[in-house]
């Protein structure tokens, strides 16, 4: 029968698990015409046997798949050493509208064969999990059996054409690094990975670390980590829930091991997300607008050096990876513009410079037309257009830049960007090399370090440097710092000492929680003096995911957060509710909000946002 017509039938005839076993054999034992009193799938697993299915299989047996229909004849006997094996009986449903697929010399559940694994933990780990849930007896788990079996049925054809093709057997490396990108949410450990692969850990380690370049161990902690970064960009599920679902009950700890592989906690990457539009991130930097420089409190240890950009409460980007079929499109699209002949723009003179991945990027001395992702409102100060700006950029300045191209929210259309003919293209380091690799096709692209609030000065140096226009950048710094000094010079706000206040954000039920690191901490513990709470301060770097509990558990006299309208008027109805009356910065109406669109789109609107957090402080003071 060939495959297709095999997977065809499979695919239309409903079946039906009628029961698992695992049994185990001593030395001398047999099992002796057993017939099957239906569809079968038999799996050795360890020891020594002789197994045949009418007239099928082989002495040792170990790890073989068998298969055969109703009424076939099982024979086992165990030979020298303790043997078990797994069977699991099953039927097509009757009635069913496809049956009649499966009729005749056609029918795949009655067609006997056997061959070896080649990849039996796989298919080991499946009947494992299958006879857990079977023995536990609910409906529910009857229910994922029966979805685990198709899974075990899509294995083990897939390694039945391997062995008619009689493809070389996957290495031990390669088969422990398939276990864990199929098992990472399970709880694994070198024991647990010894015992079914029946080799030491030790050997285990060294064998893989000789193709993998790391430890079993470290290999699930990294595939755990990239399965969560997908769940964080692409769903809106609680940070907490993702932890569990790949496989750690802790959250702390998961939040430890991210921020140490990615630079940035959960909460921070979940604010790159597609879902999160509107809110681009900040960084830090060494040191505070308003505070004098002798007062700057950042941690200068190298092994430390993520904490730079630690989370603050207005760290709200966006990020979309171009699909791969947008990608192809304007691939072919630039292979048809240069092959279009004459029509191609005189060679401008250029420079190098060094962007934020450290590359080292060509680009013209005098950029023309300029398509600046998350950028556009740096280029206005320094008396510039871009040619393209992303629709977020857009919105925020909607008279400055009316005659500029929108290319899309996020990072915009690669058809509408290449349709600018740009000189250069500007991105944010937030979206990755592979966001690079799409668009340097169309021009040069520079990934600028993002610095949005906290690092508004250094990021318009570095936009001045870029386009050639330090002079104009150095004006608008000395011109903020001027106000800024005019601020600290005449700033008037009394706090009683011990006023604590907390900044964070609340989304889907958990509260993300700003540190002191950031231009909003620094303002509220530097300049204002308001105290973080001591159960706090172990999340002072920021970029942590509270329980809204936690709001009450441990309450605080003042809050500042970075809501848009939507979302604050969706917390004050929530902190309606009794539980939440009691906290101070509630029941005394202490709520401080600035959107975080202020913060996080260029120097005019970084100045707005200093201006409105300044006013509402003030008025409370009134």
């Known amino acids: 029968m060939e495959w297709s017509e095999r997977f065809r039938i499979w695919n239309h005839v409903p079946v039906k698990v009628l029961d698992i076993r695992h049994v185990i054999m001593q030395p001398g034992e047999k099992l002796q015409s057993y017939n099957l009193p239906s569809s079968a799938f038999v799996f050795t697993n360890q020891g020594e046997a002789k197994v045949m299915l009418d007239g099928y299989g082989s002495a040792s047996g170990n790890h073989q798949v068998v298969h055969g229909g109703k009424g076939a004849v099982l024979h086992i006997c165990c030979l020298s050493s303790t043997f078990d ?100 949410c399970q709880p694994l450990s070198m024991t647990v990975m010894a015992e079914l692969f029946h080799y030491s850990a030790h050997h285990l380690v060294r064998v893989f670390k000789r193709r993998y370049d790391c430890s079993p161990m470290e290999y699930v902690s990294r595939t755990r980590m990239q399965q969560a970064r997908t769940l964080l960009a692409g769903t809106d599920a609680p940070i907490r829930h993702v932890a569990e ?146 629709q977020e950029t857009l919105d925020q300045y909607k008279e400055e830049m009316k005659t500029v191209e929108n290319i899309g929210a996020g990072t915009g259309s690669v058809e509408a960007i290449s349709a600018l003919e740009p000189d250069l293209i500007i991105i944010p380091d937030y979206l990755g090399e592979d966001v690079i690799e799409t668009y340097e096709k169309i021009a040069p692209t520079v990934a600028v370090a993002w610095g949005g609030d906290p690092d508004v000065v250094n990021t318009l140096r570095t936009m001045g440097d870029i386009m050639g226009k330090q002079e104009e950048a150095e004006q608008w710094i000395a011109s903020f710092d001027e106000k800024l000094q005019g601020i600290r010079d005449n700033i008037n706000i009394k706090i009683d000492e011990g006023t604590t206040a907390i900044s964070f954000i609340i989304r889907n039920g958990e509260v993300l929680l700003g540190g002191e690191g950031g231009t909003l901490g620094k303002l509220i513990y530097q300049d204002f003096g308001f105290a973080m709470p001591e159960q706090f301060k172990p999340y002072a770097d920021g970029g942590t995911v509270l329980s809204m509990e936690m709001l009450v558990d441990k309450p605080a006299d003042y809050f500042f957060t970075q809501m848009t309208d939507e979302e604050l008027a969706a917390m004050m109805e929530l902190f309606k509710e009794p539980v939440y009356q009691s906290i101070p910065a509630v029941k005394n109406n202490r709520i401080i909000n600035v959107s975080r669109v202020n913060w996080n789109n260029g120097p005019y609107t970084v100045d707005r946002g200093v201006d409105a957090l300044i006013e509402q402080v003030a008025k409370l003071q009134e």
């Open 85 to 184: 094996y797994y069977l699991i009986l099953y039927k097509p449903c009757p009635g069913s509208p496809c049956t009649d697929l499966a009729g005749g010399n056609h029918n795949p559940f009655q067609q006997p064969y056997v061959f070896q694994g080649s990849d039996p933990w796989m298919i080991l780990s499946l009947q494992e999990r299958m006879l857990q849930l079977w023995t536990s007896g609910g409906e529910l788990e009857r229910m994922q059996v029966t979805g685990l079996f198709y899974q075990f049925v899509s294995e083990q054809f897939r390694q039945l054409q391997l062995a008619g093709e009689q493809q070389t057997e996957p290495d031990l490396a390669e088969q422990i690094a398939r276990y864990i990108r199929e098992y990472y």
């Open 245 to 390: 679902s790949v496989g750690y009950t802790d959250f702390y700890y998961f939040s430890r091991l991210f921020k140490k592989l990615y630079g940035e906690t959960p909460a921070q990457f979940k604010m790159h997300a597609p879902l999160h539009k509107g809110s681009i991130p900040t960084n830090d930097m060494p040191e505070s607008f308003i505070a004098p420089a002798k007062e700057q409190r950042y941690i200068d240890i190298s092994d430390n050096h993520y904490q730079y950009r630690a989370w603050s409460v207005n760290d709200l980007k966006v990020s979309h990876k171009p699909t791969f079929a947008v990608s192809l499109l304007f691939s072919l699209s630039v292979l048809l513009a240069a092959c279009g002949g004459g029509n191609t723009k005189p060679e401008a003179a250029t420079r190098i410079v060094t962007d934020g991945f450290a590359r080292q990027v060509e680009i013209p001395v005098e950029p023309g037309a300029v398509v600046a992702l998350a950028y556009g409102g740096y280029m206005l100060p320094l008396g510039l257009m871009p040619a393209g700006v992303n």
